[in-house]
């Protein structure tokens, strides 16, 4: 399985699920970062971490850390 | 339980609360609705502030508060929940809301919808203020605002508060709503929750326990949360069980806020179908400026020189305004002290009172004018781009890039580093940063630094005169605070402060010009906040230890130096008199000075400071200095009789340093002492204005009065390290 970490700048995928349920999860999952949403990853940080996402139509940024806890599918 | 208190005709007072995202212009809003009339205050016990301020609609008073941006209402924190408690009427000396304005950023309305919804189903008239049409009609959103309003069943007001477009609009809705004239909406996104929450809460107040039925709603959701924490503390370990069962039934193993997201995000979509209509999404100014912001190079260097520019209008900037502010009231000190006859009552009000007030305003350069780029940094959108390009360096302090900007104010002055450090999310993170703030080397230490290295480094240059000894030492302090604040900050973060890792999910908003009349209130509302509650503290403290220095004034001193006095009179004449009667003057201030509280503890007190190379003097100079750490050049200019007029350009204090001896003949000062002395000042937290303002912050003492100590004990062992082993090195 592919985790949002993986992918590089300009990729989109579709949220298939979470490996984790814990408060991280739950604050993303109120911000949107929500199963069946697209994600799309915008660009790195200049050390490559953290990342700029775009979902729903705005920028947020996460770690990679956090980003490994979230399952994308149909990779684009 | 409503604040309705007269009949619906004759209203004259109404609550409405202001409850938003971040970034969707609510400040904006508030001001524009308020104007001046805003006061801000603490919610009793939590470090959330209370904004309020009051507007007249329609002939009636209505108090709006504001409440801090948030993207939901998940209470895991106990100033979060304060939100809750506020919206409910669930805090002590606030009544039910009798409406709430929820702000709403047009150009992101999906996520911006997942408060409001959660609003909607409070049971209390909403109004929706739908800002920021015209930056989602450039993005291609257009919004049928009256369609949304038939379906949400709350008034909507589309806006550009910016450009005060929709401001009558909101007012007349506003009215409506405190006149009653509008009902409330009936939304419930989560029916089950709901009846399950209102059964809980109906047989724990049977059983005598008063919980409220959002409370359980929330305790349940979000599970180990505070919300939960604190009904469990309320009704007892009964009702965990009680919760554990029904959110097995509700969830059928999934968490509640899993399903609460599902369900809320499931909902805005029936909602927005057909309303909201996108266009193909154009590249916007935002994509573009990022590009380069962000970008490996160029947003590295723009980090840099935004940076750079703050940091040096900070240090310089201010630095002829607080010179202008010392000297003003220097010299109202000299004309009140020539005024006043002498004595302990003109001493009082020179050396306490006014020289306690001027070391208050003397800080407010500083903070106006780092609040002003920070404010200019946040409302732009710059600020989150700092913390995205700085989190991975502030990650070795386990630390996140929020804390960056902080750190690096409190180069120039802690005090308004401290309060910078409101822009961190998570509590642990901030505490920390307040915590390891003041290690970091403030204009404060530079006049010590300044005549101790001019003094006692010897003026030596290496590789061609390019490395001088001495800028080698400044550097060396400066670096000492930084690498100690790392290690302090990491120590902390898996001691005291210990915690699960903070989520570094953070909003990076699009791009906004500053509002300045915003702006500006913020910039008041700041000044007026430090002078009046730091204010107070720093003033007692001086007007304290102005006591402690000047008592008792044992009468054999003064009979001493009237004798010394008329003898000087009646055998010289011309400079000569006029030169030894001023150093008699000196003389006698010392002579009290060590007869004083303070020096009496400089005696009791040096053993302790013995190992550290310490003369009595030098360890009552640095107690006397707890109000400001620069007065300690001063302290020791008077304990070595100079008279008060010392500062760090002063020749006559380097060579009395110099020349200060220990009763066996040996020099007071070393390199190695200056060195430890210089440690000392770099470590300690000797600044009332400091420990004030972490008292203001954090709400409580304890923090204070734990930052002093680890310091001081840090400040100790520092010098001593110093002392001992650069004596060892010098005699080798």
């Known amino acids: 399985m592919t985790v949002l970490a993986d992918l590089k700048p300009g990729q989109c995928g579709l949220i298939s699920g979470f490996r984790d349920h814990g408060p991280l999860v739950q604050r993303m999952m109120t911000l949107g970062v929500l199963e069946g949403n697209e994600v799309k990853v915008i660009r790195l940080a200049p050390a490559g971490d953290p990342i700029q996402i775009e979902i729903l139509g705005y920028s947020l940024s996460l770690r990679r850390s956090e980003a490994a806890v979230i399952d994308v599918e149909n990779v684009r | 339980m409503t604040a309705i208190t007269t009949t619906e005709l004759g209203r004259t007072t109404a609550t409405v609360v202001v409850i938003g995202n971040p970034n969707t212009g609510k ?4 001001t524009a609705l308020t104007g001046v009339r805003q006061k801000v205050a603490n919610y009793p016990g939590v470090t959330v502030e209370k904004r309020s301020g009051h507007l007249s609609l329609d002939g009636m008073e209505v108090e709006l508060v504001d409440l801090p941006g948030t993207y939901s209402l998940a209470a895991h924190s106990p100033d979060e929940m304060v939100a809750v408690d506020v919206l409910f009427g669930g805090l002590e000396g606030m009544e ?56 949400i069943r709350a008034t909507v007001v589309p806006m550009v508060a910016s450009h005060d477009q929709g401001l009558d609009e909101l007012r007349a809705a506003l009215a409506k709503a405190c006149r009653g004239q509008l009902t409330a909406p009936s939304v419930h996104v989560l029916p ?100 380069v912001i962000t970008h490996k190079v160029w947003g590295s260097l723009v980090f840099v020189l935004v940076m750079g520019a703050v940091f040096q209008s900070v240090f310089r900037w201010a630095t002829p305004v607080m010179d202008a502010i010392d000297g003003a009231f220097k010299s109202l000190g000299t004309a009140v002290g020539d005024a006043l006859p002498p004595g302990a009552l ?96 403030c204009s404060a230490r530079l006049p010590i630094y ?24 400044m550097l060396s302090l400066y670096l000492l605070g930084i690498v100690l604040a790392v290690i302090a900050a990491s120590i902390f973060k898996r001691t ?32 007026k906040v430090f002078v009046l509650r730091a204010g107070t503290v720093i003033f007692s403290v001086s007007v304290v230890v102005w006591a402690l220095s000047y008592f008792p004034r044992p009468a054999s001193i003064h009979e001493r130096f009237e004798n010394e006095r008329a003898e000087v009179t009646a055998s010289a004449s011309g400079e000569a008199r006029d030169t030894a009667l001023a150093s008699l003057a000196a003389a006698e201030d010392a002579a009290y000075l060590e007869q004083s509280v303070f020096g009496r503890m400089g005696h009791v007190i040096e053993p302790v400071f013995r190992p550290l190379g310490w003369a009595w003097r030098v360890a009552m100079a640095a107690i006397a200095s707890f109000p400001a ?39 007071v000062f070393t390199a190695a002492t200056a060195l430890g002395l210089m440690v000392f000042f770099a470590l300690c937290l000797q600044c009332v204005a400091t420990v004030a303002t972490i008292r203001r912050e954090t709400q409580s003492w304890k923090w204070p009065a734990f930052a002093w100590t680890y310091m001081t004990v840090l400040a100790y062992v520092g010098a001593l390290l110093t002392y001992q082993i650069g004596t060892r090195l010098m005699a080798g």
């Open chain 2, 27 to 30: 400040s904006t809003i508030f």
């Open chain 2, 96 to 151: 039910h809301p009798d409406a709430v304005l929820v702000v709403v950023d047009a150009s992101n309305l999906r996520r911006n919808l997942y408060l409001a919804s959660q609003v909607l189903e409070l049971g209390v008239p909403v109004v929706v203020a739908l800002n920021m049409v015209d930056v989602a009609k450039a993005r291609g959103i257009e919004i049928d605002a009256e369609a949304l309003a038939a379906r």
């Open chain 2, 192 to 291: 089950e929750l709901f009846a399950e929450a209102e059964r809980i809460a109906a047989s724990e107040g049977e059983r005598g326990h008063p919980v409220k039925r959002y409370e359980v709603e929330r305790g349940l959701i979000d599970a180990g949360a505070f919300a939960e924490t604190r009904l469990i503390e309320r009704a007892g370990a009964s009702l965990r069980a009680e919760l554990e069962a029904t959110r097995a039934r509700l969830g059928s193993g999934r968490p509640l806020a899993a399903l609460e997201a599902q369900r809320r995000y499931g909902w805005i979509a029936a909602q927005l179908d057909g309303v909201e209509k996108r266009s193909e999404p154009r590249r916007t100014w935002t994509d573009r400026i990022d590009a």
């Open chain 2, 346 to 441: 003109a001493s009082l009000v020179t050396d306490g009172v006014i020289a306690g007030v001027g070391s208050v305003l003397v800080f407010l350069p500083q903070i106006l004018i780092l609040f002003l780029f920070i404010g200019v940094l946040e409302d732009s959108g710059y600020m989150s781009r700092a913390a995205f390009l700085m989190d991975r360096v502030m990650r070795f302090a386990g630390l996140s890039g929020q804390s960056f900007i902080p750190m690096l104010s409190s180069f120039a002055c802690a005090v308004p580093g401290i309060m910078a450090t409101r822009v961190i999310a998570d509590r642990r993170d901030r505490l920390t940063t307040i915590l390891v703030a003041p290690l970091m080397t």
């Open chain 2, 450 to 473: 300044t005549v101790l290295i001019a003094a006692f480094i010897p003026h030596r240059h290496f590789a061609g005169g390019w490395l001088g000894l001495q800028g080698l030492v």
């Open chain 2, 496 to 527: 005291v402060l210990k915690g699960p890792t903070p989520t570094f999910l953070m909003e990076l908003p699009a791009y906004k010009w500053p509002r300045p009349r915003a702006m500006v209130l913020r910039l008041v509302e700041r000044a």
């Open chain 2, 629 to 667: 750490r620069e007065v300690v050049i001063s302290v020791l200019g008077t304990t070595y009789a100079l008279g008060k007029d010392v500062d760090e350009g002063s020749d006559t204090l380097r060579s009395a340093l110099q020349g200060a001896r220990w009763p066996d003949g040996k020099p």
